[in-house]
């Protein structure tokens, strides 16, 4: 079974630039999470969909970050524009559907992360 | 609110001794607790989870962790460093019961064994 994938695995642009970074989850698992870590920080989440809803997006820094799930399958994360505060590792994790059994008993399934730069 | 602390952000043992990463957290109810490793270059991995069953729990890699209400913590340790050990640890931290609930993280430990 293919894991989280999650592209590109590193980014480096500059201050006022656009960028999307993209999450594939597990086939078939109905939630995907995003979450952040920024530098010698802690992992922060930022936003959870179930299929292609929203569940939670309590985490999103600001505006300027933009999450889609179209058609419930892979996700992107867009910053734009970037600043250099939003330099970190992006991470994204997805779990199966609840359906009555607590997600406890899967837990997550994290990508690699994207290490996103903002020189 | 729920928080999590890690004492330590960088942790230093030999081969062979013994692994003690601390983990405090508050939550004003019953958590589901977290032990999560990575590997360079890998995502986040869990290593074991304690989910209000025993509250000694065992995980891969020959680590455990107890939790202890008292002390509101949840400390993971494990006998024998290997150097394959070596990565970064984080715990974790959700509210109780079925659903949908994020994970809040503390800031990890870094691990080091050295020969």
């Known amino acids: 079974e293919a894991g989280v994938t999650q592209f590109p695995s590193h980014s480096v642009i500059e201050k006022g630039q656009t960028v999307t970074l993209r999450c594939d989850p597990i086939s078939g698992h109905d939630n995907l999470y995003w979450y952040r870590r920024v530098m010698g920080k802690e992992i922060k989440f930022l936003l959870h969909?179930?299929?292609?809803?929203?569940?939670?997006e309590s985490g999103m820094p600001n505006n300027r970050f933009l999450a889609e799930r179209t058609g419930g399958t892979y996700s992107t994360l867009k910053v734009q524009p970037a600043e250099l505060e939003d330099s970190g590792v992006y991470f994204c994790a997805s779990s199966p559907a609840n359906e009555g059994i607590p997600w406890i008993g899967y837990g997550y399934t994290f990508g690699s992360g994207t290490r996103l730069t903002v020189v | 609110a729920q928080s999590v602390t890690q004492l330590g952000s960088h942790v230093s043992v030999s081969e062979g001794a013994l692994v003690l990463l601390r983990c405090n957290y508050s939550s004003s109810v019953p958590p589901y607790l977290f032990w999560y490793v990575q590997y360079p270059n890998q995502g986040l991995q869990l290593l074991l989870k304690?989910?209000?069953?025993?509250?000694l729990v065992k995980g891969i890699n020959g680590f455990e962790a107890e939790f202890k209400k008292s002390e509101t913590s949840f400390h993971l340790t494990k006998p024998s460093a290997h150097m394959s050990d070596a990565a970064e640890y984080f715990c974790?931290?959700?509210?109780?019961?079925?659903?949908?609930?994020?994970?809040?993280f503390g800031a990890g430990t870094r691990l080091a064994v050295h020969p």
């Open positions: 304690y989910t209000s069953a025993a509250t």
């Open positions: 974790a931290v959700s509210k109780g019961s079925g659903g949908y609930n994020k994970l809040i």
């Open positions: 969909f179930v299929k292609e809803s929203k569940q939670d």
